[in-house]
Structure formats: C-alpha cells, structure tokens
C-alpha cells in the first residue's frame, strides 16, 4: 500500500523546536519531490518547504519560514524531515507532506497531517 505517515507533531512553546517525520511505503523516496505544507485554522493550506529529487536536492522555502525551518529527505530510509525552529504561534497549523510523482506538476500523494500548536 503506498502511503505517507506524518509523525512528531504536538504542543511547544515559543521559540521551542520540532522535528517532523514524514515516512513513505510503498514508494522509492528517492524518485519523488517531497513538499510540506500546513494548514492553519479557517486559513487555506499553503507550501511550507519543498526538495526536489534531482539537481542535488534544490529546496524552497516560503518565506516566513526561511533560517528557521529545515526540509530534508533520506532516500535510504524513505523518510522526509521538516526541523522546525524558533517557533511562533503563527507556526500553529495542521501540517501536511505530500510527493510528487515523477512526470507529474502537482504533488498527487498526500498524508494525513500532524499536529503542530505553538502556544505558551
């Protein structure tokens, strides 16, 4: 069954770090754009970090999220990592990874979202 599970979400205060986990089955991660995004409370989802699975792993990054988040991917153990640091409470959201299949313009496999709630 080819699927991805978020993992390593939960409650930190301001300033605080988490690392989340994104683990593929089913898939060789090393084939696949891997995203993150989240989607906070009455806000629409929104692209957080992206890797490609080419040109030596290019990231993205949305802005508000450059120097403090870190987007990774170890093809060995088809696990992509989102390290977040500094933490606001405008990190609060559901966070989401997906993978984009090769060929394809659109990232067409998503998992269920972790948690993430940033508050003192």
């Known amino acids: 069954q080819v699927q991805l599970v978020e993992s390593g979400g939960g409650l930190v205060q301001p300033g605080g770090s988490l690392r989340l986990s994104c683990t593929a089955s089913?898939?060789?991660?090393?084939?696949?754009?891997v995203g993150w995004f989240r989607q906070a409370p009455g806000k629409e989802r929104e692209v957080v970090a992206c890797?490609?699975?080419?040109?030596?792993?290019?990231?993205f990054y949305e802005d508000s999220v450059v120097g403090r988040f870190t987007i990774a991917k170890d093809n060995a153990k088809g696990t992509a990592y989102l390290q977040m640091n500094s933490l606001t409470p405008g990190d609060t959201a559901v966070y989401y990874c997906?993978?984009?299949?090769?060929?394809?313009?659109?990232?067409?496999?998503w998992g269920q979202g972790t948690e993430v709630t940033v508050s003192p």
């Open positions: 997906a993978v984009k299949s090769p060929g394809r313009n659109e990232f067409d496999l």
């Open positions: 089913g898939l060789s991660l090393e084939r696949y754009a």
């Open positions: 890797i490609s699975n080419s040109d030596g792993g290019r990231t």
